[in-house]
Nanobody, 125 residues
């Protein structure tokens, strides 16, 4: 069974940086496309970023383009999200997600089969 464990969240000030990690176990990591999603209080879970099996293809939601970078290390079975120039509106619980057989939009939460427990990111102004 696939397990995902996020880490790296915290409380930072606007303009600061954070790097989130997602440790993957249970199946071959390189067989899964990966995504980051976030959920603010009272809101739906929103797509943040996607990365392909080998890391050659990425996609971001418009609000984080140029500030966030998704990456993966298939030897370490770990997914990353480097977040720069953080804004208060980035405050949310961040989740990593895995999908072995994508058939639709990689930005759709319903496409992903496995989820981590989430890590809180709070950005103060």
């Amino acid at each position: 069974q696939v397990q995902l464990v996020e880490s790296g969240g915290g409380l930072v000030q606007a303009g600061d940086s954070l790097t989130l990690s997602c440790a993957f176990s249970g199946r071959p990591f390189s067989s899964y496309i990966m995504g980051w999603f976030r959920q603010a209080p009272g809101k739906e879970r929103d797509f943040v970023a996607f990365i392909s099996w080998n890391g050659t293809s990425t996609h971001y939601t418009n609000s984080v383009k140029g500030r966030f970078t998704i990456s993966r290390d298939n030897l370490k079975n770990t997914l990353y999200l480097q977040m720069n120039w953080l804004k208060p509106e980035d405050t949310a619980v961040y989740y990593c997600a895995a999908n072995a057989r994508p058939s639709g939009s990689v930005a759709a939460a319903g496409e992903y089969d496995y989820w981590g427990q989430g890590t809180q990111v709070t950005v103060s102004s």
